[in-house]
């Protein structure tokens, strides 16, 4: 039995909702959805009001997902102009470097002149409404103001995380056809510097599309120029002007793609639009994390990823917040890190990741003690499950068993958080990701589809539209249809597991499809596969997840190498190097095990399940191993795991 952490009093009595109110808002948002959404899109200023709610439908005849569609409004001056009368001077950013010695603090007057200067610039450099600007920078406050100024002109931005390598960065610019880069001279983690300008130049050999980069100057390292192509910020900025009236968007124009890793195949652009959005991250942020006016929130992710998008950028903004932004690392310049900063700024509100968190709790409790953290009223989790030893140590430890916990459950696809406790109307079980979020109709079913009811587990589905969800894949309609709506007719399969208790609570299991989350970042199988089948002493490759304790999953490649080539820890070392280079570091395999052959079944296909089986070092009941080509394989691949 799981312990359960009832609501504090102090909770329940000033929360923005408590138990009733949860279910009560929960009720309208299913039964009364014109009236919810009138009220949840008033948070947000409209040049035009809508007055159709939505229509939207997960079937193949009429298949379309459309909300508030006949409003408009800018993203940007809702997370800007419109607080400049009231919290003009309040501050929106406390960016700490990933040197602690390095500060700045930026009111919302000083951040919508900037984002002005750079829209401007952005316009001079060619950007129009709906065209692609891809965002390859640190966590800077100036990866705010770009993705604010691609915004206020309506132009479509697309950030890819820093640690993608040169050719990952390369693909993504050209699947959707930027012209323009925005990008620094460098980024510091850990007090070591990222390359990123000379990555851009790298990629740029391969994407003719560029036709200008916007360098920000950040680390003072030394860079390339291109005559005509690239362009120093701080020079633009001095000449822009601050005047920049923002585009009037429709409620459906695209807002931003996101890469992110599927079951199959390249990447998919996740194209998210205007209003749906807007609302959904809005929403959830109030709700989530119970913001009041005048408190600090943290969010620890990097903005090149969703949660930097929904939680760092667009969530906190729109709600005039005042949040901390960080560049570097948890264990840089000590364990400490986290928590000084927390005491630094006074934080009221923290939202991580378990990977971070498990990698502190085995540094051991004194990095955290030896600070106050008084601050901290309320904490978050997102990206990957949180084990409950983790939760544990993040309530005991971190939070003083004072700080309640929101587990968010939510994807790049469904724009911002979908299941999670809210803190003043929920008890929290370790582990759970709980209820879903207003609006949001989760379903469990097994493999045939078919509905399961009450206590049970199985494949996650939601069954309803709702407004943060994802519109398209960029470029291909048909593979948005195709892979979230084909598996479960009707249905938006999330491609995660989960159980439900009796007592109704939510628990997320985990993926069931090729996709694996390490670190929190989710990768594809099939990507890294692509990679070392790339590599020339290659012949084949199958990549499954692992369990690791830190990561939460690690990489764990079988390899067929090419006929004539012998194993040795040589090749090894120059395939996860390889890997390094093809996709970045964070998709390096923790373990290349060569693999004399792969097992297959009679029509040529990987029984992949065998394979995570013999990773996870679990090969006492392999299941049915009848059906393959040559059962011996298996044989092979248990005596050579190391
Ligand atoms: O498997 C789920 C896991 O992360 C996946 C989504 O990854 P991504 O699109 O990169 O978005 C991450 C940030 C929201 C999901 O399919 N996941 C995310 N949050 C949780 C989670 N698994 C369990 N508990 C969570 N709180």
């Not at 132009?155 to 820093?162: L, Y």
């Not at 978050?380 to 430890?397: D, F, K, L, M």
């Not at 490649?557 to 090419?562: F, G, I, R, S």
């Not at 093809?582 to 065998?610: C, N, Q, Y």
């Amino acid at each position: 039995m799981s312990t359960i952490h009832p609501v504090p009093a102090e909770w329940a009595a000033r929360a923005y909702v408590d138990a009733a109110g949860y279910a009560e808002k929960y009720r309208r948002s299913i039964e009364e959805p014109e009236a919810f959404w009138r009220e949840e899109t008033a948070r947000l200023d409209w040049i035009k009001p809508w007055t159709r709610l939505s229509k939207s439908s997960f079937d193949e005849a009429d298949f379309g997902i459309e909300w508030f569609s006949d409003g408009t409004l800018n993203v940007a001056a809702n997370c800007l102009d419109r607080h400049l009368a009231e919290r003009g001077d309040t501050v929106a950013i406390l960016w700490e470097g990933d040197d602690p010695s390095q500060q700045r603090r930026i009111t919302y007057r000083e951040l919508h002149e900037e984002v002005c200067r750079f829209a401007n610039t952005l316009r001079r450099l060619g950007a129009k409404k709906g065209e692609r600007v891809t965002i390859y920078l640190p966590m800077i406050p100036e990866a705010a103001v770009a993705m604010l100024a691609c915004a206020r002109i309506g132009a479509i931005h697309s950030v890819v995380f820093g640690g993608f390598s040169p050719e990952a960065l390369a693909g993504r610019i050209q699947d959707c056809d930027s012209k323009i880069v925005v990008t620094a001279d460098g980024g510091m983690r850990g007090g070591k510097t990222v390359p990123l300008k000379a990555n851009v130049d790298e990629a740029l050999n391969h994407c003719t599309s560029v036709n200008a980069v916007l360098v920000v100057r950040h680390v003072g390292s030394s860079v390339t120029l291109a005559e005509g192509r690239d362009h120093w910020w701080h020079e633009e900025r001095a000449v822009a002007s601050a005047d920049c009236p923002a585009e009037e968007m429709s409620a459906e124009d695209p807002l931003f793609i996101l890469y992110t890793s599927g079951s199959t195949g390249k990447p998919k652009g996740v194209l998210h639009t205007t209003g749906g959005y807007l609302t959904w991250a809005a929403m959830t942020h109030h709700y989530v994390f119970d913001y009041r006016p005048g408190e600090v929130y943290w969010c620890a992710a990097d903005v090149g990823w969703v949660t930097g998008h929904s939680y760092v950028v667009y969530g906190p903004l729109v709600n005039g917040a005042t949040q901390v932004m960080f560049e570097g690392v948890p264990n840089y310049p000590d364990h400490s890190r986290f928590w000084q900063i927390v005491d630094r700024y006074q934080v009221n509100i923290f939202y991580g990741a378990p990977t971070a968190l498990r990698a502190l709790m085995r540094e051991g409790d004194e990095w955290v003690k030896k600070t106050d953290r008084s601050s901290l009223r309320l904490l978050g989790s997102v990206g990957e499950p949180i084990n409950p030893e983790a939760w544990e140590w993040y309530w005991r430890v971190v939070g003083d068993e004072r700080c309640p916990i929101v587990d968010t459950w939510w994807q790049t696809e469904t724009g911002a958080c979908m299941m999670t406790p809210l803190p003043g109307a929920h008890a929290l079980k370790p582990g759970a990701a709980a209820f879903p979020m207003f609006g949001v109709v989760p379903q469990l079913v097994d493999g045939d589809g078919a509905v399961l009811e009450g206590a049970t587990e199985g494949n996650l589905c939601i069954t309803q539209s709702w407004p943060g969800q994802m519109r398209t894949v960029w470029g291909d309609h048909e593979r948005f249809f195709q892979t979230y709506f084909t598996t479960y007719r009707g249905k938006y399969f999330t491609g995660d597991g989960c159980k439900r208790d009796a007592d109704g609570y939510y628990w997320i299991t985990g993926r069931v499809d090729d996709v694996i989350n390490v670190s929190g970042h989710r990768m594809g199988t099939a990507e890294v596969e692509s990679a070392l089948v790339a590599h020339a002493k290659v012949a084949e490759a199958a990549v499954v997840g692992m369990p690791h304790e830190i990561k939460g999953q690690g990489i764990y490649a079988y390899v067929t190498l090419n006929a004539g080539e012998a194993e040795s820890d040589e090749i090894r070392k120059e395939l996860v190097q390889w890997v390094r280079r093809e996709i970045g570091p964070i998709a390096t395999p923790d373990v290349i095990h060569f693999a004399p052959a792969l097992p297959k079944t009679r029509s040529g296909k990987i029984m992949r399940r065998i394979l995570r089986k013999i990773a996870e070092n679990d090969t006492s009941n392999l299941g049915d191993t009848s059906t393959l080509a040559d059962p011996g394989v298996v044989d092979t691949l248990i005596a050579t795991r190391g």
